[in-house]
C-alpha cells in the first residue's frame, strides 16, 4: 500500500476561498452596522458557510480518496488471492485428474495381475496334472518293468537251482563211485558254482549226516512226516536260500522213522511247502541224472 501522503489534496486555493468569503462576511458585518437587515444577515451566514465548507472540503476530499484508496488496494488484494485461490483450484483438479488417471491405471494393474494369477494358477493345474500323469505312467511302466525283473529272476534263479542240483547230482555220484581223483574235480566244479552263485545272493546248504530232522529247513523225498527223532542219513538235494531268505528246503533221507533206505539212485527235491517263500520248482524237470 501506498503511504497516505500521497492522496493530499492542495489546500491553498480552498484556503484562499476561505480567507474570501469570511472577508466578505466581515466586510458585510462592517458595512451594515449596527442593523443589519435581513439580506445581511442571509448574505453573512451564505459567506460564513461557504467559508466553512471550503476549510473543510480538502479534508473531506483527502479522506474519500484515501478511503477509494484503500478499497482499491483490498479489491487488489482479494484480486490475487482470488487468483491465487484459482491457481490453487487448478491444482487441486491437476491432482484430482492425476489421481483418477492414477486409479484407473492401479486398476488396470490389479485387473491385468489377476488375470496373470489366474493364468497362473491354470497353468500350476495343468502341470501338475500333466505331472500326476506322467507319474501315473512312470510308475505303471516301473511296475510292469519291475514285474518283468522278478519274472526274469524267478526264471533265471529256477535255471541257476537246476544247475547247481545237477551238479550236486554229478558231485555225489561221483563221491559214490570208484574214482577218487574224478570227485576231486567234480567238488572243485561244484564249489566254484556254489561261489558264483554266492555272489548273486544264491546260497546252497546241505544237511550234515546225524543231525536231527528240522521241518524248516528239511524235508523228506515222499513229503511224509517223520517218526520223532529222527536224524538225516543222507542229503538227496540241496536246500537254498536267497538274499538272507529262505527259498528251499533241503531233501533228506532220515535213519528212523517212516522213510526209506538210502539207495544208489538219488531222487528229485521235492516241491517247496506251501507258505513259504520258495521258488516254484518241477520236480520232474529238476530231478537230476
Known sequence: MRDATEFKVPKLPFVLGDVFFLGLAGFIWFQGRPLLSRWDLAALAVCVGLGALLGVLPYLLEYRALLKRLEVNALGAVAEKIQNLEALAAQITGATDQWEMAQEQADKTAATAKEIAERMAAEVKEFTEFMRKMNESEKAALRLEVEKLRRGEAEWLQVLVRVLDHVFALHSAAARSSQPHLAEQLSHFQNACRDAARRVGL?????????????????????????AGAVVAETIATGYTFQGQFLRPALVRVQNGKASPPSESTAAPAAPQNGQNQLPLDPAESKPV
Open 203 to 227: 546260497t546252497p546248504f546241505i544237511a550234515e549226516p546225524a543231525e536231527p530232522f528240522d521241518p524248516q529247513r528239511h524235508q523228506l523225498e515222499d513229503n511224509d512226516s517223520p517218526a
